[in-house]
């Protein structure tokens, strides 16, 4: 760790400035003079002067912000946390404070580039312009003109201690922008704002808003889209796109098309009319619609990555927003774009030096708030271009994350920091829910280094929940996915209604010992260049419901794990290969002896050569498997001939009274030659309620979200 990561946060009390954190460094070559208002002193070519605390537009005094208490110093890997501060609803746009562009408030000049700014009392931003750094102290406010579109660049760290409002009103844009970060100088870290890491800090009791104007974050396609077309049909009319808005529309090609887990097209909106999108070009590639089954057909997401509030680093210089503050922030319809740095590695790459994420440096960071958070909404945000995590609620509990989207973000999308080995517990952080919210092009470079890479981690705590949400385009090497369930997590989610297609890899994948049960229902998969569903580790208790797993290249499931008490349970799926894979379900090696893994009441069909496959490895553990009442398009079962004998495998098709036991050839009774088995009549569990069509939906938009009110 750094030793900035153990130094004793900014007191939000303390009036005198902290040169330190708010000048650049001395290898620019910059004076930046401390200018402020009350009681801190401002140099200006040897002038000192001393500013009354008055509002200069009404003589009034700026009110101070309620105080609570500050967050407790911690390291980025130690769980303590902030007690919880008071529930506050949001306060009004207050735009009577004094015009930053008057000079009178400024002591006669108006700061510039290389000035850093402490505010203290209320200021409206109706002009652009740029500091060197910036201190909203608690007393302190700062709103852009909502009326207006406004650009604030920042060279250095902006702080809020007070309040930050950008909150446009019509077709204003509000931008606060950090043009000039150097990535190599960041240090990484935990609480304290480090000097060096150029982003937005909102500490103490600091109130953050960042309120666009509301819009439909994605929406499905209607039909089809083919290359050449200029317009699409969308499943409903999007709220709030207008001309100019920047989209992003997802892959849908099958898995044996080259690129189909890259295949985007981008365009802006000509115009709107209802359902109808009218592009500035042509798009390029095509995007059929996916009938998968049980009544769905599926066409491509198309997001909407444009917004009327704006938090941007740039392309050669990532900033980063570090939130830990004991009072909710509301983020919404925010873009936050170029965030999340990256420091050069130890390991190289085909000789090549590669880069790693900068510890605790994310696009939208919550950290280690524990119940102060609780309550606190993000809707309708996209992070995009980030080099770290995209929405990180690390330690942080109760946060709700609404229609939010991530896109072209190195990194697990959706996450919160991870244990420091394998040995060790993941800290929870509990009531998450991911409400409709997409990971979209979840990227590594290179990509065979992206080993487990995920859009959505699923990781430790309760009361979690992650519904009608989409994973799509995760690139990445063994084990990357969708969703991921890890090793260390033993989170417990409510998961339902979520969408993973034209991954790299897997749509789920779990590898977890668990001591808890774990439920997901309703789940769907196509398109993924790798297995529907991969389950492990060793032993687990899961329950996969009445979801559907459509031509995924490995297969639709792919069982390692068998079951800790109870035994996991594959029940009610539609698995239909289309042509892509061998097996609809294939076992894989089994490390530890465990309980029986129960597949019931699934249709399984498309697949080339077999339903069920037992490829159990001979280095691990025998299969362990029921394959109880499942109807087959085609040979049901294949003892795989370089397979250990299994300890126990069941199988009764649907309709049939009589279960049997299957084993290696000339070991039974009955030859069954197309299952490269012998049968034996044996004891099984009751035929449970038959196989009934399954018939899904999943939202065809992303959830309805509002701004705050005034």
Same mark, same amino acid.
């Given at each position: 760790?750094?030793?900035t990561?153990?130094?004793?946060?900014?007191?939000?009390?303390?009036?005198?400035?902290?040169p330190a954190?708010?000048?650049?460094?001395?290898?620019?070559?910059?004076?930046?003079?401390?200018?402020a208002?009350g009681t801190?002193?401002a140099?200006?070519?040897?002038?000192?002067f001393?500013?009354?605390?008055?509002d200069a537009?009404?003589?009034r005094?700026?009110?101070?912000?309620?105080?609570?208490?500050?967050?407790?110093?911690?390291?980025?890997?130690?769980?303590g946390?902030?007690?919880?501060?008071?529930?506050?609803?949001?306060?009004?746009v207050d735009?009577?404070g004094?015009r930053?562009?008057?000079?009178?408030g400024?002591?006669?000049?108006?700061?510039?580039p @290389?000035?850093?700014v402490?505010?203290?009392?209320r200021?409206l931003?109706?002009?652009?312009?740029?500091?060197?750094?910036?201190?909203?102290?608690?007393t302190?406010?700062?709103?852009?003109?909502?009326d207006?579109t406004?650009?604030?660049?920042?060279?250095?760290?902006?702080?809020?201690?007070?309040?930050?409002?950008?909150a446009?009103?019509?077709a204003?844009?509000?931008?606060?922008r950090?043009?000039?970060?150097?990535e190599k100088?960041?240090?990484?870290?935990?609480?304290?704002?480090?000097?060096?890491?150029?982003?937005?800090?909102?500490?103490?009791?600091g109130?953050?808003?960042?309120?666009?104007?509301?819009?439909t974050?994605w929406?499905?396609?209607?039909?089809?889209l083919?290359?050449?077309?200029?317009?699409?049909?969308?499943?409903?009319a999007?709220?709030?796109w207008?001309t100019?808005d920047?989209?992003?529309?997802?892959?849908?090609?099958a898995?044996d098309?080259d690129g189909?887990?890259?295949?985007y097209?981008y365009?802006?909106?000509?115009?709107v009319?209802?359902?109808?999108v009218?592009l500035?070009?042509?798009?390029?590639?095509a995007h059929?619609?996916?009938?998968?089954?049980a009544?769905?057909?599926?066409?491509a997401?198309?997001l909407?990555? @444009?917004r009327?509030?704006?938090?941007?680093?740039?392309?050669?210089?990532?900033a980063?927003?570090?939130i830990?503050?004991?009072?909710?922030?509301?983020?919404?319809?925010?873009?936050l774009?170029?965030?999340?740095?990256?420091?050069a590695?130890?390991d190289?790459?085909?000789g090549?030096?590669?880069t790693e994420?900068?510890?605790?440096?994310?696009g939208?960071?919550?950290?280690?708030?524990?119940d102060?958070?609780?309550?606190?909404?993000?809707?309708?945000?996209?992070?995009?271009?980030?080099?770290?995590h995209?929405?990180?609620?690390h330690?942080?509990h109760g946060?709700?994350f609404?229609s939010?989207?991530?896109h072209?973000t190195?990194?697990?999308?959706y996450?919160?920091?991870?244990?420091?080995? @394998?040995r060790?517990?993941?800290g929870?952080?509990?009531?998450?829910?991911y409400?409709?919210?997409?990971?979209?092009?979840?990227?590594?470079?290179?990509?065979?280094?992206?080993?487990?890479?995920t859009?959505?981690?699923?990781?430790a705590g309760?009361?979690?929940s992650?519904r009608g949400?989409?994973?799509?385009?995760?690139?990445?090497?063994t084990?990357?996915?969708?969703?991921?369930?890890?090793e260390?997590?033993?989170?417990?989610?409510?998961?339902e209604?979520?969408?993973?297609?034209?991954n790299?890899?897997?749509?789920?994948f779990?590898?977890?010992n668990?001591?808890?049960?774990h439920?997901?229902?309703?789940?769907?998969?196509?398109?993924n260049?790798g297995w529907?569903?991969?389950?492990?580790?060793?032993l687990?208790d899961?329950?996969y419901?009445?979801?559907v797993?459509?031509?995924?290249a490995?297969g639709?499931?792919?069982?390692?794990?068998?079951g800790?008490?109870?035994? @996991?349970?594959?029940?009610?799926?539609?698995?239909?290969?289309a042509g892509?894979s061998d097996?609809?379900?294939a076992?894989a090696?089994?490390?530890l002896?465990?309980?029986?893994?129960?597949i019931?009441?699934?249709?399984?069909?498309?697949?080339?050569?077999a339903?069920v496959?037992f490829r159990?490895?001979?280095?691990?553990?025998?299969?362990?498997?029921?394959?109880?009442d499942?109807?087959?398009g085609?040979?049901?079962?294949?003892?795989?001939p370089?397979?250990?004998?299994?300890k126990?495998?069941?199988?009764?098709k649907?309709g049939?009274?009589?279960a049997v036991?299957?084993s290696?050839?000339?070991?039974g009774?009955?030859?069954?030659?197309?299952?490269?088995?012998?049968?034996?009549?044996?004891d099984?569990?009751?035929?449970?309620?038959?196989?009934?069509?399954?018939?899904?939906?999943?939202?065809?938009?992303?959830?309805r979200t509002t701004r705050?009110?005034?």
């Open positions: 760790m750094t030793p990561e153990n130094a004793p946060p900014p007191d939000p009390g303390d009036p005198a400035p902290r954190r708010h000048r650049r460094p001395v290898a620019r070559r910059r004076l930046l003079a401390w200018l208002v801190v002193a140099v200006t070519g040897g002038e000192v001393r500013q009354s605390l008055a537009k009404t003589g005094p700026a009110p101070p912000l309620p105080a609570t208490p500050s967050p407790v110093p911690s390291a980025e890997h130690t769980h946390a902030p007690p919880p501060g008071p529930s506050q609803p949001p306060p009004p735009e009577s004094r930053w562009s008057d000079p009178a400024w002591g006669g000049a108006v700061p510039g @290389t000035t850093a402490r505010i203290t009392d200021v931003l109706d002009t652009d312009a740029a500091v060197g750094s910036l201190l909203i102290d608690r302190g406010s700062l709103v852009f003109a909502r207006r406004l650009s604030l660049a920042s060279a250095g760290n902006v702080e809020v201690r007070g309040s930050l409002a950008l446009p009103t019509g204003a844009v509000h931008t606060l950090f043009p000039e970060v150097d100088r960041f240090q990484g870290g935990g609480t304290a704002l480090v000097g060096s890491d150029t982003g937005l800090w909102v500490t103490g009791t109130y953050l808003r960042l309120d666009g104007a509301a819009k974050a929406v499905r396609a209607a039909a089809a083919k290359p050449g077309e200029t317009t699409i049909k969308l499943s409903t999007p709220e709030g207008q100019g920047e989209l992003a529309i997802t892959p849908t090609l898995p098309t189909f887990s890259t295949a097209d365009a802006t909106v000509r115009s009319d209802g359902a109808t009218t500035d070009a042509p798009l390029r590639r059929p619609r996916v009938a998968v089954g009544g769905l057909t599926l066409g997401e198309v909407n990555l @444009t009327t509030v704006r938090v941007e680093g740039t392309a050669e210089g990532r980063h927003i570090h830990t503050s004991s009072r909710h922030a509301d983020v919404r319809h925010a873009a774009r170029w965030l999340g740095p990256r420091a590695g130890k190289k790459w085909n090549q030096p590669v994420p900068v510890l605790g440096r994310y939208l960071h919550f950290h280690m708030l524990a102060s958070s609780r309550g606190t909404v993000v809707e309708g945000v996209v992070v995009r271009d980030t080099g770290n995209a929405f990180v609620p330690a942080s946060i709700t609404r939010c989207i991530s072209e190195w990194e697990d999308a996450w919160w920091d991870g244990p420091l080995d @394998t060790t517990p993941q929870p952080s509990d009531d998450i829910a409400d409709a919210c997409v990971a979209s092009r979840t990227v590594f470079e290179p990509n065979p280094r992206a080993y487990r890479l859009g959505f981690s699923l990781g309760s009361g979690s992650a949400c989409v994973a799509v385009g995760v690139q990445g090497a084990g990357a996915s969708g969703y991921e369930w890890p260390t997590s033993e989170g417990v989610w409510t998961f209604r979520c969408l993973a297609h034209n790299l890899e897997n749509g789920v779990v590898w977890l668990a001591q808890h049960h439920t997901v229902a309703q789940f769907v998969a196509y398109h260049g529907g569903i991969e389950h492990g580790a060793y687990n899961f329950d419901l009445s979801s797993l459509y031509g995924n490995g639709g499931v792919a069982v390692h794990a068998l800790r008490e109870k035994g @996991t349970r594959f029940d009610g799926l539609l698995i239909d290969a892509q097996y609809a379900v076992t090696k089994h490390q002896a465990g309980e029986t893994v129960t019931s009441r699934c249709r399984m069909t498309g697949y080339r050569k339903g496959a159990a490895d001979p280095e691990g553990k025998p299969d362990d498997i029921a394959v109880l499942c109807e087959f085609g040979n049901e079962v294949w003892l795989d370089e397979a250990p004998a299994p126990r495998i069941l199988f009764r649907a049939q009274g009589q036991a299957l290696k050839p000339g070991t009774p009955t030859a069954v030659p197309q299952w490269n088995a012998a049968s034996t009549p044996a099984a569990p009751p035929a449970q309620q038959a196989v009934a069509p399954l018939t899904l939906t999943l939202p065809d938009a992303a959830s705050t009110q005034p």
